[in-house]
């Protein structure tokens, strides 16, 4: 019947999305500020999969040197544009598939522009987060016929290795535990988890968690972020028929600023931000290494950024990373030091997503996954 039909092509859906890999690496370069826009900067241009930059070199001669990457979009992108390809990643999430997206790069270069968007937010200018939600309440309302979907968020900080909560009214000073549960996977309990039905739901939230976030001044810029934000979006799915449930969850992460120490200039307090950061992204790095090369030991642990994202990471999770750069010719330096972090996340190939459904459906799951892997092997 139809149902069946309806089913046969989702699972096509998510064999091709699984095919295209489940660490997805997209490149974004901002616009150069203010009037230097004729100029190119430090890249000299852009295509659908790969960036290259001008490398002035000692003798006076300009190198070039190319990075290649799932998706780049170059300055005039639009946020639409930067999102449209994301959009698959948001069906998988009402799929029982864990999915984190992550901004990555120095700061001002456009992380928080990308996930959240600019000071004034219009339609056409609201960013990753409030778009992903957007489609799913709008993707969970058009299976309301067979499937019952209850969505609700957390807004989680780390700074300084310690996780806070951003949906608090008093200031997110508690330091909360990250667990790892049988029945809900890796979760952080005593962290306020807000059911949500709406987009304005959201916005309020996420109003709340920005006015609680982290910042201070940094030579580079006097509102930067020193430290990791996520917004988490938990989906638990009925199925009406036959009662089964499935379990899905959305990280949302922009991270702290990505440059090194000594380039800020900092000392006291903000060298130890600063050296925190450095390890947490660092262990990112690592973990996704070991990912690539499967090492049967992945080093989540290492730091609360790896220990929130542990069921994101890997094997049975779908991952994209927006890395941004900016074309800045002073900042060239972290330029090639974020791309070349982003290079060694992009070659990453894991095995198929798997998705969180309760104990009846295995042995369809095992034959989607015999069936996927001989797709993958016909790829090869
Ligand atoms: P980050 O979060 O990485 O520190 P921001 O997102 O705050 O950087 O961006 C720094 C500044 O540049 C902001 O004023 C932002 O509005 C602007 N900006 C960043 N990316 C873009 C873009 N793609 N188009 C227009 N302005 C941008
Ligand atoms: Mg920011």
Do not use: W
């Not at 979009?73 to 999102?83: C, I, K, L, N, R």
């Not at 095995?351 to 459906?361: E, H, T, W």
């Amino acid at each position: 019947g139809y149902h069946k039909v309806l089913e046969e092509n989702r699972k096509l859906y998510n064999q091709v999305q699984d095919l295209k890999g489940n660490i997805r690496v997209y490149c974004r370069v901002r616009p150069l500020a203010g009037e230097k826009q004729n100029n190119h900067g430090s890249v000299s241009n852009t295509n659908e999969g790969s960036i290259s930059l001008i490398i002035p070199s000692k003798n006076g001669k300009e190198g070039k040197k190319t990075f290649s990457f799932n998706r780049v979009f170059g300055p005039s992108a639009t946020q639409g544009e930067v999102f449209s390809d994301t959009q698959p990643l948001i069906r998988s999430v009402l799929d029982g598939y864990n999915v984190c997206i992550f901004a990555y790069g120095q700061t001002g270069s456009g992380k928080t522009h990308t996930m959240t968007g600019p000071n004034n937010l219009t339609e056409e200018t609201v960013g990753v987060n409030y778009r992903a939600l957007r489609d799913l309440f709008l993707l969970s309302e058009q299976r309301r016929d067979t499937i019952h979907y209850d969505i609700s968020v957390q807004m989680l900080e780390i700074y300084n290795e310690q996780v806070r909560d951003l949906l608090t009214t008093d200031g997110a000073h508690k330091r909360l535990d990250i667990r790892n549960s049988s029945s809900n996977g890796i979760n952080v309990p005593d962290a306020n988890l807000v059911p949500v039905t709406s987009t304005s739901d959201v916005l309020n939230l996420m109003n709340m968690g920005h006015k609680n976030r982290t910042v201070s001044y940094t030579a580079m810029n006097d509102r930067s972020s020193r430290s990791h934000s996520c917004l988490t979006v938990h989906v638990q799915g009925r199925d009406l028929a036959s009662g089964n449930s499935l379990r899905g969850c959305m990280h949302l992460v922009d991270l702290a600023g990505s440059e090194r120490v000594d380039k800020s200039e900092v000392t006291g307090d903000q060298l130890k931000e600063a050296q925190h950061i450095n390890k947490s992204l660092s262990a990112l790095g690592d973990v996704i290494a070991s990912l690539s090369q499967k090492h049967s030991h992945v080093p989540y642990r290492n730091s609360k950024l790896t220990q929130l994202l542990q069921d994101s990471l890997g094997g049975q999770a779908k991952t994209l990373m927006f890395v941004h750069i900016s074309p800045e010719p002073e900042a060239l330096g972290e330029t090639i030091s974020t791309l070349k972090f982003a290079e060694r996340v992009s070659t990453v190939e894991l095995g198929a997503a798997k998705v969180n459904k309760d104990g009846s459906d295995v042995k369809e799951l095992k034959e989607q996954i015999a069936s996927l892997k001989a797709a993958l092997a016909r790829k090869k």
